[in-house]
Nanobody
Framework: QVQLVESGGGLVQAGGSLRLSCAAS????????MGWHRQAPGKQRELVAT???????KYADSVKGRFTISKDNAKSTVYLQMNSLKPEDTAVYYC?????????????WGQGTQVTVSS
């Protein structure tokens, strides 16, 4: 069974930084895309950033220039470096991965990690 385990959330003051990590474990052939989404109270879940197997990245406009997504293929881990954090970045951050298992491609989600930015 494939699992995504996240770490790195917490409480930080505005202007501060946090680094989220998400490691994929289990049996699979490959990871097509990994990324981060977030959901603030009362709002829909939104895409934050993704990175493809080839290393192409995509960011939400609201985080461009502040957040950086990266990955370590050997560790099947994706990172989200968040700098210049703002109170509006407060949300539960979810790791997402599109993973190939045998002949199937499936979508997996982590359990979520809370990020709180105080003003």
């Amino acid at each position: 069974q494939v699992q995504l385990v996240e770490s790195g959330g917490g409480l930080v003051q505005a202007g501060g930084s946090l680094r989220l990590s998400c490691a994929a474990s289990g049996k699979f052939l490959g990871i097509n895309v990994m990324g981060w989404h977030r959901q603030a109270p009362g709002k829909q879940r939104e895409l934050v950033a993704t990175i493809s197997s080839a290393g192409f990245t995509k960011y939400a406009d609201s985080v461009k220039g502040r957040f950086t997504i990266s990955k370590d293929n050997a560790k099947s881990t994706v990172y989200l470096q968040m700098n210049s954090l703002k109170p509006e970045d407060t949300a539960v951050y979810y790791c997402n991965a599109v993973i190939q298992i045998d002949l199937n491609i499936r979508d997996f989600w982590g359990q979520g990690t809370q990020v709180t930015v105080s003003s």
